[in-house]
């Protein structure tokens, strides 16, 4: 079996060299590759990366000649992994994440043979806050619901404007916080779930799942909502999506979209701008979707 870390590089090249020794250090097997795709950095660390690992066996660097964003730039990646090696697993990682499990590959493996998973989500330990990110709660899957996740993107990016987009995150986050007191289910994860909505920073794809689809995430964002568009993807083609907690991986978190700028609310509004393309690509999904269900009922 062959297995291919893709790690999306831009501009925290300090990041991506303590990703990329946390796999060395820790995987101790011949059948792994690294691919580091180079989202166009403006401070030519895509450069740094292919003088340090020239020549490198398992390393291989793609500098891009644009940033293509984050759905684009890992399914670069991919590709290449595809066209080059014919992977059988496709560990797609942010590069502010740290492994530090001897068996990591070794329980894909395991998991594998146990569910024939499509889509798998490993325990994501928050080192900021201290806490599991998967499996994401709140999933936006449904017309309804990617339709008010847009409303609200635009609402916010408004806001951002005159600097109160803040005060209307807090009481939208406010009311999620009741309403995931109330809910038992959230109250606690079990070692294993399934049809659940993965955290992005690190996505484990079989070659079951890309051999159909070709790509990793759906092409058509820059950033954001890649994760509920998975979802509608897993959720609408019955996919096998796993999350497991023996699985961990280590993320300190945004810093490729903390590197775009320093400045609080250019970084929101940047954020919003995307999200609103994002949330308007899943509500396209869910029309489509919607009209599939009426045609086939006439």
Avoid at 79 to 95: G, L, P, Q, R
Avoid at 112 to 136: A, M, R
Avoid at 139 to 157: E, G, H, Q, R, V
């Amino acid at each position: 079996m062959i297995y291919s870390f893709i790690i999306l590089h831009y501009q925290a090249f300090e990041d991506t060299i303590e990703c990329v020794d946390s796999i060395f250090n820790n995987i101790k097997r011949d059948d792994y590759n690294i691919i580091i795709v180079d989202n166009k950095s403006p401070n030519d660390s895509g450069k740094i990366l292919q003088k340090k690992y020239n020549g490198h066996p398992k390393v291989k660097i793609i500098e891009l000649d644009k940033n293509i964003g984050f759905a684009n730039g890992n399914n670069i990646g991919c590709e290449y992994a595809y066209k080059t090696y014919n992977s059988d697993f496709y560990i797609v990682i942010n590069n502010d994440t740290i492994i530090e499990d001897r068996l990591f590959v070794d329980k894909i493996i395991d998991i594998y043979k146990e569910t024939h998973f499509d889509v798998l989500g490993p325990c994501i330990w928050s080192i900021v806050d201290e806490v599991d990110q998967n499996p994401v709660p709140y999933p936006t899957d449904s017309l309804k619901k990617s339709f008010k996740a847009l409303l609200y993107n635009i609402a916010l990016f408004v806001l951002n404007f005159v600097n109160k987009d803040t005060a209307l995150i807090r009481f939208v986050d406010g009311k999620r916080s009741k309403r995931t007191k109330n809910n038992t289910v959230l109250g606690g994860r079990t070692e294993s779930e399934k049809g659940i909505k993965l955290h992005g920073a690190a996505v484990i794809f079989s070659n079951k799942y890309y051999s159909k689809y070709k790509s990793a995430f759906d092409p058509r964002t820059f950033m954001y909502c890649e994760e509920d568009i998975l979802y509608s993807r897993i959720k609408n083609d019955k996919l096998v999506s796993i999350y497991n907690s023996t699985l961990k991986i280590l993320h300190k978190e945004d810093v490729a979209s903390n590197a775009v700028m320093s400045n609080g609310q250019l970084r929101r509004r940047f954020k919003f701008k995307h999200s609103i393309w994002s949330s308007f690509v899943l509500l396209r999904i869910y029309m489509h979707s919607w009209f599939r269900s009426l045609r086939s009922r006439y």
